[in-house]
């Protein structure tokens, strides 16, 4: 066969094109993505608020334990129960906000995409949120007359989960912008 | 361009060049979740292309080059699929086929197609899809004369290759 004859045969796909997108599966994959990310966010918001209450309990009940009392350590546990509030009150103000979005393919992904941007919201806020309680713990561990190893160790440990926290918010960020892009598909 | 332009552009351009742009993606991806792996890349990149098209080139040929600088660059990665829990027993395919029963012919001109290199792939499309040489230079970016000769190559290969048994009487 001559390379014409090969042509002809592949000139037949131009009229009728091969495939068809399927939107039952369009749909299906938006609800996908946003049941993923609702995951996420109930996952981190739980943890979120149980971590913080735990360690604002153990800073509060230590110093209460230890004579004389650290000021410090006590402003540490009240921004830390303050932090574990602020993700409870975000949560329960999420939670009632999911009734404003209708049940169209794109409801449902203004839904997700909504969900996603709250979640970069939180995880930059949360981030944030470590100077302030590192400053804290550090004053007080100076105050209660600790070594220096110590607060070094501390501050390593401080500065790898500053460098997490902001490697979990790209995740979210890209999550988000993976979101953005299929409503951009879907609206044009 | 606003965004309303921009959208307008891109459902003239998809409605346009569909034929065009599942050409590209089953001459890269084999298995189905690929092809649609591919494809959403390739319509991402078409859409932010649009604010930059500055119509020195026709939009085909446009489309074109992105398309195959997508499936090149993807093509390229390990791992296809964005998400690993993603298998073909829990993810249906965006894309389908038509009812009608695809031609053999094109399956195994596909198939040979996807034997060649990446390069190669873009040029057997390029080639028939018609497109010139000098336009062919423009998208890929390498001269007539060094074109010239792939393209050849290329065609020498699938003549012989039809002309081999079981080839669906090709």
């Not at chain 1, 004053?139 to 902001?166: D, N, P, R, T």
Request: with cysteine; aromatic share 10%.
């Amino acid at each position: 066969m001559e390379f014409d004859e090969l042509q002809k045969i592949w000139d037949v796909q131009t009229k009728e094109p091969m495939w068809v997108i399927n939107e039952t599966v369009l749909r299906n994959r938006v609800q996908a993505k946003t049941q993923q990310t609702f995951h996420i966010t109930r996952i981190s918001e739980l943890l979120s608020i149980i971590v913080n209450a735990a360690a604002g309990s153990f800073v509060l009940a230590v110093n209460l334990a230890k004579s004389p009392a650290n000021l410090a350590m006590y402003l540490l546990a009240t921004w830390i129960f303050a932090t574990a509030l602020y993700v409870l009150v975000s949560r329960i103000r999420r939670l009632n906000g999911e009734k404003t979005f209708d049940r169209t393919v794109l409801g449902e992904l203004a839904h997700a995409i909504s969900m996603a941007t709250y979640q970069v919201r939180l995880s930059r806020l949360l981030r944030w949120n470590m100077l302030p309680i590192v400053a804290l713990t550090l004053l007080g561990v100076w105050e209660g007359g600790k070594s220096v190893w110590l607060l070094l160790g501390l501050i390593a440990f401080f500065a790898l989960a500053y460098v997490a926290s902001g490697w979990e918010h790209s995740i979210y960020a890209a999550k988000k912008r993976e979101l953005e892009v299929l409503r951009e598909k879907l609206t044009q | 361009m606003t965004e309303q332009e921009q959208n307008q552009t891109f459902t003239d351009w998809l409605g346009q060049y569909k034929a065009l742009l599942f050409k590209v993606v089953r001459a890269y991806a084999v298995p189905i979740m690929d092809q649609d792996d591919l494809l959403q890349e390739i319509l991402i990149q078409v859409w932010h292309s649009i604010p930059t098209f500055k119509q020195q080139s026709s939009s085909t040929t446009w489309v074109y080059r992105i398309a195959l600088n997508t499936a090149i660059k993807w093509s390229t990665k390990e791992r296809k699929h964005t998400d690993a829990r993603e298998t073909i027993e829990t993810v249906q395919p965006m894309l389908q086929e038509p009812s009608a029963q695809p031609d053999e012919r094109i399956s195994w001109l596909y198939d040979e197609i996807h034997q060649l290199n990446e390069v190669d792939r873009s040029l057997c499309l390029l080639f028939l899809d018609g497109f010139s040489y000098k336009e062919m230079a423009t998208i890929l970016g390498i001269s007539e004369s060094n074109i010239g000769v792939k393209i050849n190559r290329i065609k020498k290969q699938l003549i012989t290759k039809s002309k081999q048994p079981n080839h669906y009487g090709i």
